[in-house]
Structure formats: C-alpha cells, structure tokens
C-alpha cells in the first residue's frame, strides 16, 4: 500500500515564527502536492513539485515556500506564520503520469 | 481555468436510501478526468471513483456510481443504499494538465457534508 505520512498531526505556532511541514511517500512517486483546506473552500493547491528539486506554483503560493531535496520528502515553509495561515494542510503523491493522488492524513495547523 | 461546483454544502439522508451528490464542471479542455473523493472526519482523503472525459460509460465502484452527462457538464456521485459509514465530506475534483512536463494537478470543489440518518 501507499503511504503518505506527515510530520505532525496538530501543530500550534505563534505568529512570526518559521514552521516546517513536512511530507514523506514511500513509494518512488514523481509528483508531490501541498494543498490547504478551509471550511467552504474546498482544497486548494499550494505548490506542487513533479521532482527532486522542481517546483510549481498552485492557485495560492503566497506566504508559503517548498523544498524537495530527495525525491520522497516534501516539505512546506511558511516563512513567518500569520493568523490567516490556520488551515488543515494535506500533502498528496502520485507516479508520473497518473492521475490517482494519495493523500497523507493531515496536518492541523494553528497559528496564534 | 478549470473550476467545480458543488452546490449542496449539506445534505441529510436516511440510512438505506440512495443519494445523490451533485457537481458541475467547466473546462475548455477536450481531455479531462473526474473524481469524487471521501473526507471522513479523521481528516484522511479516500478516493473513490474516476470518471474519464472519453469513456463510453458511466464509472461505477460497489455501491459508489458517477453519473456522467458530459453535454450537461456534470458528474454526480451517486451512493445506493447508503450506511451511517457513508457519513463524511464528499469533494468532487478534476484533473488538469500542468503547463509544464504534462503533469496533473487537480482543481477541488468546496465539498459536501452528507450526513446518514439511522
């Protein structure tokens, strides 16, 4: 089975501080996404990375910065963590050319 | 730019009937795919069911089918003889070619809550 893990569950910060999402896929897939969750927003693409050290911007990139040093590891910077950054946060994979994404459990992120 | 619709924020079922989750699609793309998705409140996306532009029919999984008009541009899921398990948010989503390399992203809608009566 495919497996997606984030770092953290639940994640409290306060406003101004550097946070570090990170994402992990264990099965050689290419393509790595970030997306943000709000209530009556749906999900929205961050960035998304289709390999080791490319990236793409999504429909809101602002505020947010991405790392893929390895192939199997994604991770989400939020520079300096605003109020309005509290979200739910999903990272996704899928093999090059594939449409089928999986999706790791979540990360609730509070900032304060 | 692709967009989805889905109208119903929330909908409550009686438990062993059917139900119907809407959602509209606009795209300009000849090629496109459609998916629905499960979000049970552990918080985890759980695909259930893909519906490709050009396939002849309709996509079906167990007691999960997509009711696909494409001149309508709609694709419903539709839930047979629903479960207090069915209970969850419901995401219909689109696959879009990336600009670059021919990569996929996907363009979510905002969800419906379905919640099954006992």
């Known amino acids: 089975d495919v497996k997606v893990t984030q770092s953290s569950r639940y994640l409290v910060k306060r406003t101004g501080e550097k946070v570090f999402l990170e994402c992990v896929q264990d099965m050689d897939h290419e393509n790595m996404f970030w997306y943000r969750q709000d209530p009556g927003l749906g999900l929205r693409l961050i960035y998304f990375?289709?390999?080791?050290?490319?990236?793409e911007k999504g429909d809101i990139p602002e505020g947010y910065s991405v790392s893929r040093e390895k192939k199997e590891r994604f991770s989400l910077i939020l520079e300096s963590a605003s109020t309005n950054q509290t979200s739910m946060y999903l990272c996704?994979?899928?093999?090059?050319?594939?449409?089928?994404?999986?999706f790791g459990p979540g990360t609730r992120l509070t900032v304060t | 730019a692709q967009k989805i619709t889905q109208t119903q924020p929330g909908m409550f079922v009686q438990e062993k009937e059917a139900v119907t989750l809407d959602c509209t699609y606009d795209?300009?793309?000849?090629?496109?795919?459609l998916f629905w998705y499960k979000q049970p409140s552990s918080g985890e996306m759980i695909f259930l069911i893909y519906?490709?532009?050009?396939?002849?029919q309709n996509a079906t999984e167990g007691r999960y089918s997509l009711n696909f008009q494409k001149a309508r541009k709609s694709a419903n899921l539709v839930i047979s003889a629903s479960q207090l398990g069915d209970s969850a948010m419901y995401f219909c989503a689109m696959r879009e070619v990336a600009a670059n390399f021919g990569n996929e992203k996907l363009t979510f809608g905002t969800g419906t809550r379905l919640t099954i009566i006992p």
């Open positions: 996704a994979s899928t093999p090059y050319s594939s449409y089928e994404q999986y």
């Open positions: 795209t300009s793309d000849p090629s496109y795919g």
């Open positions: 990375s289709y390999d080791v050290k490319m990236k």
């Open positions: 519906q490709g532009s050009y396939d002849q």
